[in-house]
C-alpha cells in the first residue's frame, strides 16, 4: 500500500477502513480474520472456509498479504451499521478514529473523517 505510493512520489496521508476487518500480522486467511474479530467468533456461516454463491472458490481460505510497513499513515474506521461493531471498537483500542453513521450518511462521514486523518497527518 504505502510502499507503492511513495515509489509514485504520493505521500500517503490516511487509511480508513469501512464496515471492515482489521489487518494483522501473519497472512491470516479472511476465515480466520472474521472468527478472530467477531464477537461470536465467526460461528455459523460467516466463518465457512468454503465459497458462498457471490464468492470466487477459495475466497475465505486464501491468506492474505501483510505489507511490513503498513500503517504507514493515520487510520480511520468507519461503521455503518452493527456488523462490524467489534471491529470498529478493536480500531479505537488501536488509537484509532472511529466515526459511526447510518448507511444513507455514509459518505458525509466519510468526508469529515478523511479531512480530519488529512490534518493529523
Known amino acids: 500500500m504505502g510502499a507503492a505510493q511513495r515509489a509514485a512520489h504520493r505521500p500517503v496521508f490516511g487509511y480508513v477502513l469501512v464496515d471492515a476487518f482489521l489487518p494483522q500480522p501473519g497472512g491470516p486467511t479472511r476465515?480466520?480474520?472474521e472468527r478472530a474479530q467477531s464477537p461470536e467468533g465467526g460461528v455459523g456461516d460467516a466463518a465457512?472456509?468454503?465459497?458462498r454463491d457471490d464468492e470466487p472458490p477459495g475466497y475465505r481460505s486464501e491468506h492474505l498479504p501483510m505489507v511490513a510497513d503498513w500503517p504507514d499513515a493515520p487510520c480511520g474506521y468507519?461503521?455503518?451499521g452493527p456488523d462490524r461493531a467489534h471491529a470498529a471498537r478493536l480500531a479505537r483500542m488501536r488509537g484509532?478514529?472511529?466515526?459511526?453513521t447510518v448507511p444513507g450518511e455514509a459518505a458525509d462521514?466519510?468526508?469529515e473523517l478523511l479531512?480530519?486523518?488529512r490534518g493529523t497527518g
Open 48 to 51: 465457512d472456509t468454503g465459497s
Open 96 to 100: 484509532w478514529t472511529v466515526r459511526e
Open 109 to 111: 462521514a466519510l468526508r
Open 31 to 33: 476465515a480466520e480474520l
Open 78 to 80: 468507519l461503521l455503518t
Open 115 to 117: 479531512v480530519e486523518l
